[in-house]
């Protein structure tokens, strides 16, 4: 990124230099004081009307640059601004320190926001119902549009700047830790082997959670569109404890159903259709009720919801609008195979 950053004392015929080798969606320069300070920042436009009111081309950037701009604080980088940012259609967002220093910037069409929560995907299942195909292969590698299954996965995880990402393993271990020897999506991806079967949380138990925030936790074998962003804000606007995403399940009766009243009929419906929210197999829990689960015992997210639950702790649930498959079947991996090789035809990856 350094080459998107200019000296205000640099003249304006520098600036249009360096701007004119700036890829065309990123010509922006961030603008720093002699202080290393940033201080405001410069598009081809600013130049531009600066020329008309009369700037000369060997004038100092500080006459042409945009003073009033807009930039996340270290710490304090707020998931709504920058979402709101992004819509707005601002492509890079400095992230500044105490002293309005630019510590790192984000490109919002690589990095869609930050969350501030780290993630820890589930990849020790045996994948029974997909055998053969899973004999040899752990099921979150079992290739989907060209790569494993929960690369997708990572991909998605990392587009919202999550890079804390510890992944628990154990049927065919080994091969997914070979796997994430290298980096996935600029993302160094930690593997936790469990010691025994431990459930569909319980291994988040072997896990390094931090003290205070959330954690996504999600099966690795999905194939989803899910916005991470929107269910966290969710999340934090419930001040939920734990937050389920779900799926619509409709349940259709080809039967007429009576309504009873001890013996008596009380009304016929024909062939009801009923409607209901199926665990998506995706959540953010309060770091505070990871920390809580026991290491040395089985624990299924089930459990953890029913504990959270007799406690008084608030549990909520987000929606999932967008695609959403379970990798559980050899008819759910053709139907993922089928929709990949359709986005693939369309260029959307």
Not at 168 to 193: D, I, M, W
Not at 257 to 270: H, K, M, Q, W, Y
Not at 320 to 342: C, F, Q
Request: hydrophobic share 40%; proline share 5%.
């Amino acid at each position: 990124m350094d080459r998107h950053y200019i000296h205000d004392n640099a003249t304006l015929m520098e600036a249009l230099g360096r701007l004119n080798v700036i890829p065309g969606g990123l010509m922006t320069l961030l603008v720093l004081d002699g202080e290393g300070r940033m201080c405001g920042t410069l598009t081809d436009g600013d130049v531009r009307r600066a020329l008309l009111r009369g700037v000369a081309l060997d004038s100092p950037v500080a006459e042409a640059m945009h003073t009033d701009f807009s930039a996340l604080r270290e710490g304090e980088e707020s998931v709504a601004a920058l979402r709101d940012m992004r819509l707005r259609g601002l492509r890079l967002v400095p992230v500044l320190d105490g002293d309005g220093r630019i510590v790192r910037v984000i490109d919002t069409r690589l990095t869609h926001t930050v969350l501030p929560v780290a993630a820890i995907l589930m990849a020790g299942g045996k994948g029974e119902r997909l055998r053969p195909l899973t004999l040899t292969t752990p099921k979150p590698l079992l290739p989907l549009g060209g790569r494993p299954v929960i690369d997708h996965n990572i991909d998605a995880l990392a587009a919202v700047g999550v890079d804390d990402i510890t992944v628990t393993v154990n049927y065919l271990a080994e091969q997914l830790e070979a796997h994430f020897a290298e980096p996935v999506s600029g993302v160094k991806v930690k593997c936790v082997r469990e010691s025994m079967p431990m459930g569909t949380v319980g291994a988040v138990s072997l896990c390094d959670v931090a003290e205070r925030g959330d954690t996504i936790v999600m099966n690795s074998d999905l194939l989803t569109t899910i916005s991470f962003e929107d269910m966290y804000l969710h999340h934090k606007a419930e001040e939920a404890d734990i937050t389920i995403a779900a799926v619509p399940y409709n349940v259709s009766v080809p039967y007429a159903i009576l309504a009873t009243d001890g013996s008596r009929v009380t009304s016929l419906e024909e062939k009801p259709s009923y409607s209901y929210y199926a665990n998506a197999g995706i959540y953010i829990i309060s770091n505070e009720l990871l920390r809580a689960l026991p290491r040395d015992a089985r624990t299924d997210a089930t459990d953890l919801i029913d504990m959270a639950l007799a406690d008084g702790r608030k549990v909520t649930y987000f929606p999932v609008n967008g695609t959403w498959i379970d990798i559980g079947s050899p008819a759910d991996y053709a139907h993922a195979k089928e929709l990949m090789r359709h986005v693939e035809l369309s260029g959307r990856v």
